[in-house]
């Protein structure tokens, strides 16, 4: 079955389904989307919590040899799977095939979340989603459009029981530019500040001022614009301040594959400008975007997202090595300068 985000809650009232896709590209929606699931599958007594990335060179053994061992702190797991490309390959279209075969059989004890980003409609048609689609839940959490996003800032608003003054959801739609996670932080901060509940012009502009300079988005923009001291210098008080490098990744490879689908219809002749009027680029992210495709081709840009799908894994302690110094190779790679090697490929 097929449905929206939104549906989610009354369709989990009905079901669990063992096998579950979960698709998008806004990294905060899937996030909260996905805390929703885990939170649904602890109530079902699912209590261990498995994670793997996917990314070309991933052993899908690991999985089938997961599902023949038994868990030490309950009965039923959940594994979670990472595969950001919607690729699986012959092996993990092998692998989804004999799941859903099981869980028709009834043979399956754990349950399964896939989590992809943005699954093109030629990937949607693939049999590995239809399987999965006949035999559990496919969701997919859709990007906010610009004409919706005052709406989804009023709801989020309301969600906090957090009164706005008039202006305040229209100049916090200018200030965030679309970006969700970063609205979102900043509606949270004024939950905090607000004594009575009521957010003020005020309150919103002076949070606005505080809000530190070095946050992810921030240092995405300078690494698309190429500013190498900026970058590097946001970089470490990002490390500093939040440590959060799985969260930084997942914020550069989303943009980096906007840019790189973007790059395709550049190198085949379309002027940057209508290019970006195609994408929908807001027009005060216009100056970051075309600053990247000036100066990054398509395989400096399909270089980095493979650089990232390393880091990932090293992120999430799936290969050794200094992720924050991987990071600062990675960040002097989108500004145009030629660093080391990726990463080696190793356990």
């Given at each position: 079955m097929r449905i929206v985000a939104e549906q989610l809650a009354q369709q989990l009232s009905k079901q669990t389904p063992k096998v579950l896709l979960l698709n998008g590209n806004e990294i905060l929606l899937v996030e909260e989307t996905l805390d929703q699931i885990r939170a649904h599958y602890r109530q079902q007594n699912f209590i261990e919590r498995l994670s793997y990335s996917v990314d070309a060179s991933f052993d899908w053994n690991q999985l089938a040899?997961?599902?023949?061992?038994?868990?030490?702190?309950?009965?039923?797991?959940?594994l979670e799977i990472r595969m950001p490309s919607g690729k699986p390959g012959t092996k993990g279209a092998k692998f989804f095939k004999e799941l859903t075969e099981n869980i028709a059989f009834g043979d399956e004890a754990d349950a399964y979340i896939v989590i992809t980003e943005g699954l093109s409609k030629q990937q949607r048609s693939a049999k590995w989603v239809g399987m999965i689609e006949s035999a559990g839940l496919l969701v997919d959490t859709y990007e906010v459009k610009a004409e919706q996003l005052p709406g989804w800032l009023k709801h989020r608003f309301q969600h906090r029981a957090l009164r706005v003054e008039a202006g305040v959801i229209e100049i916090l739609a200018a200030a965030t530019e679309g970006n969700l996670l970063a609205a979102a932080q900043i509606i949270d901060q004024l939950s905090v500040l607000s004594e009575d509940g009521g957010v003020p012009l005020s309150l919103l502009k002076q949070t606005l001022e505080d809000q530190s300079r070095f946050t992810v988005y921030?240092?995405?923009?300078?690494c698309l614009l190429g500013i190498v001291s900026e970058s590097i210098h946001r970089l470490e008080r990002i490390r500093m301040e939040a440590d959060n490098a799985i969260l930084l990744l997942w914020s550069l490879a989303k943009e980096t594959r906007e840019l790189l689908r973007m790059s395709q219809d550049v190198a085949a002749?379309?002027?940057i400008p209508s290019v970006m009027k195609q994408y929908r680029v807001w027009?005060?992210?216009q100056r970051f975007v075309s600053a990247a495709l000036n100066r990054l081709n398509n395989q400096a840009l399909?270089?980095?997202?493979?650089?990232?799908?390393?880091?990932?894994?090293?992120?999430?302690?799936?290969?050794q090595g200094d992720i924050w110094h991987e990071l600062e190779k990675l960040c002097l790679s989108y500004c145009g300068i030629a660093t080391l090697p990726a990463v080696a490929n190793n356990s």
């Open positions: 040899e997961s599902g023949q061992n038994m868990s030490l702190f309950s009965e039923s797991r959940l921030s240092f995405v923009d300078s002749g379309s002027p027009s005060t992210r399909r270089d980095i997202l493979s650089r990232i799908a390393l880091l990932d894994a090293m992120a999430k302690g799936q290969r």
